[in-house]
């Protein structure tokens, strides 16, 4: 477990004074002889480490070993790992979660001239590309641990945009007219047990839990039912599994099950149970940060 303590960043002053980095599961690796990707969440830092989905994005690529994935907030032209620039990075990787990151991925863009960088975008807000266009070179329709290897991979190997854009779930500006949603049909990704995470996340230093994917409720309103389509419900046995390794590894102080609708998913009961179970060993906290009022019993 590593925890960073804001007397050892390489880059004091670019961060606001109040913020204190207490991190763990920090990834490290030697700079030379890797791709270098910049991950980048356009918003503030406890926003940034509060998103599951930046934590598996990070998990994933790092996983390889010729690829060092770095952290960036709209708050630093510097990474959380090594103190790095943007410009000294292979790839750029936006994440675009809501609307307005449209506007701090561009002034990130013009500010650090990222002009002759290759770009990615991906996320939710990523799911109608032709905006995008005239600012990055790439963007990644779907779920990430689907097809975003490949992308990465080609972008790796310098393969033409052509070929790139006959990826499923990869939009190349420069070749594409359309682009097919990528996301895996049954919900049993990787799930990282050993997390980054931090005290200043919204939840605390939290596991965080992705119970399902999708919604059964078809609100009109909500973006959500159609971008994280069909459904998909994560086995039990997996969590069971991530929850058990994660306390006893980890030591989070919370357990955030992450849904669109917790009281859908259909071993709750089940999950609730062995949960409790395992808080007669260590207390920790249970956030449920999305649940219907008509569905609780």
């Not at 708050?75 to 620039?85: D, F, I, K, N």
């Not at 002009?115 to 600012?135: E, I, M, S, T």
């Not at 047990?193 to 965080?208: E, T, W, Y």
């Not at 069971?240 to 994660?246: D, L, N, Q």
Request: one cysteine or more; glycine letters at 6%; hydrophobic letters at 40%.
């Amino acid at each position: 477990m590593i925890w960073l303590k804001p007397d050892i960043l390489p880059w004091e002053g670019e961060l606001p004074p109040n913020l204190m980095l207490d991190e763990k599961f920090i990834v490290r690796k030697k700079v030379r002889g890797r791709f270098r990707i910049a991950l980048v969440y356009p918003s503030t830092y406890k926003v940034a480490i509060s998103n599951l989905g930046l934590r598996i994005i990070y998990h994933l690529l790092n996983l390889e070993d010729q690829i060092y994935c770095e952290r960036f907030t709209a708050e630093s032209g510097r990474s959380l790992e090594t103190g790095s620039r943007l410009k000294e990075f292979d790839l750029i990787m936006f994440c675009y979660q809501y609307e307005p990151d449209l506007l701090e991925i561009a002034r990130l863009i013009t500010e650090f001239n990222l002009f002759d960088k290759p770009k990615l975008v991906g996320g939710p807000c990523a799911c109608n590309p032709f905006p995008l266009k005239k600012l990055v070179d790439y963007v990644y329709i779907g779920e990430a641990e689907s097809k975003l290897m490949n992308l990465i991979e080609g972008v790796m190997e310098g393969r033409r945009p052509e070929e790139l854009a006959s990826l499923e779930g990869v939009f190349v500006s420069s070749a594409s007219e359309a682009a097919v949603r990528a996301y895996p049909k049954k919900l049993n990704t990787p799930l990282p047990a050993c997390q980054v995470s931090s005290r200043l996340s919204i939840f605390g230093d939290a596991l965080l839990l992705d119970v399902s994917r999708g919604c059964r409720w078809g609100c009109l309103f909500c973006l959500g039912r159609r971008i994280y389509a069909p459904y998909r419900e994560r086995d039990l046995s997996q969590l069971a599994e991530v929850i058990e390794k994660g306390m006893m590894k980890g030591g989070y102080e919370a357990i955030a099950l992450i849904s669109s609708d917790l009281c859908s998913y259909s071993r709750l009961e089940e999950l609730l149970e062995l949960v409790e179970d395992l808080r007669k060993a260590k207390e920790f906290r249970l956030i449920a940060p999305s649940l219907r009022a008509d569905a609780l019993n």
